[in-house]
């Protein structure tokens, strides 16, 4: 990570982290704003790399999609302060003002860009794209949702994130198709509370870290990489029960906020959007699958010169979040009873 050991890298980091608590803090919508392009010009320094044309060109495309998102929204709100009083086209204003949020964030619809970019991204980078690029938008969306319009994205987000990543190949666009369909779930835990989506997102952000850091000890980019790497059985297990948690299943502590969310839903009559959200997660688990069945079974490729060792110090730190994951149910009914 050398990020930490580079100085401009930690200042375009502590801006980035600056910006968000500027944008979610804010008092208006113009403050909201400024917030929003900090937090953009401080990561396009943090992908752009020289020696990779892929990165270059992602941080070009990252530029270009957020800038139009921040025009339209940034565009909507004079609107809205202007035609105030009439509120006609309040319904509009509000569907408007939250596309612009939802295209910054990589929400299905306006998701085209966000695969795209991932592929010319490093792991750590994709995990910040995943997880801290998120929080404003995510928030300044609850400040102003339109909720008819909220559920249809919601529904269409969970759709597009499973079958979008069942003829992925490469990891990082299956990260990020997972993610366009952990962002339905997060919307929804937004309508419900604003706790809750707190409570989601730590659990989100914990095992997609995990996942991002173990891609960038072992250096994987690819499913078929997998295949002949001679990685210890335990990393493989740790994997294993790591995405699984992601995916939502139930013995593990990922499925434990999505738990609370479709028992909110159900309590409340939203049975469709339930039954959608479950179905999408069972093709985002098929896909998991299909990434630890090859690192488990085609294992015929034993190559002396491939060897992976962790440091004791991270190994223990997997195998404890492990833990942390298969013991995610009974701390939960715990928590319950």
Do not use: D
């Not at 990020?176 to 962002?183: C, M, P, R, T, V």
């Not at 997609?208 to 499913?223: D, E, G, P, R």
């Not at 985002?284 to 002396?304: D, E, Q, T, V």
């Amino acid at each position: 990570m050398f990020y930490f050991m580079n100085s401009n890298k930690m200042f375009f980091i502590f801006i980035l982290f600056f910006s968000t608590l500027i944008s979610i803090s804010s008092n208006s919508w113009l403050g909201c704003w400024i917030g929003l392009e900090i937090n953009l010009l401080s990561f396009i320094p943090l992908i752009s790399n020289s020696n990779n044309l892929l990165s270059s060109e992602a941080s070009l495309k990252y530029f270009l999609t957020q800038s139009i998102a921040s025009i339209n929204f940034l565009f909507f709100i004079l609107l809205k302060m202007i035609f105030m009083k009439n509120f006609e086209m309040n319904n509009f204003f509000s569907i408007m003002i939250n596309s612009s949020l939802l295209m910054k964030m990589g929400s299905a619809p306006f998701h085209f860009w966000f695969p795209n970019i991932v592929e010319g991204l490093s792991w750590f980078n994709n995990f910040i794209l995943m997880s801290w690029q998120k929080i404003s938008p995510i928030i300044l969306l609850s400040y102003y949702f339109n909720k008819n319009f909220l559920i249809l994205i919601i529904m269409l987000n969970a759709i597009i994130g499973a079958i979008g990543g069942l003829n992925q190949t490469s990891l990082r666009k299956l990260m990020a198709f997972s993610s366009i369909n952990n962002l339905s779930w997060m919307m929804s835990s937004i309508m419900i509370s604003e706790n809750l989506w707190i409570f989601y997102f730590l659990f989100y952000s914990m095992l997609i870290s995990i996942m991002c850091f173990m891609f960038y000890m072992l250096n994987l980019f690819f499913i078929n990489q997998l295949f002949f790497i001679n990685i210890n059985y335990l990393i493989k297990l740790s994997l294993l029960i790591n995405f699984l948690s992601l995916g939502g299943l139930p013995p593990f502590i990922g499925f434990f906020p999505k738990w609370i969310i479709i028992n909110f839903f159900m309590n409340n009559n939203f049975y469709f959007i339930t039954f959608i959200l479950i179905m999408s997660s069972l093709i985002l688990l098929f896909f998991y699958i299909r990434i630890i069945y090859s690192s488990f079974m085609f294992n015929y490729l034993k190559l002396k010169w491939i060897k992976i060792y962790f440091k004791n110090k991270m190994f223990i730190l997997l195998n404890f979040i492990s833990m942390v994951s298969i013991l995610g149910m009974i701390l939960s009914t715990f928590f319950f009873l």
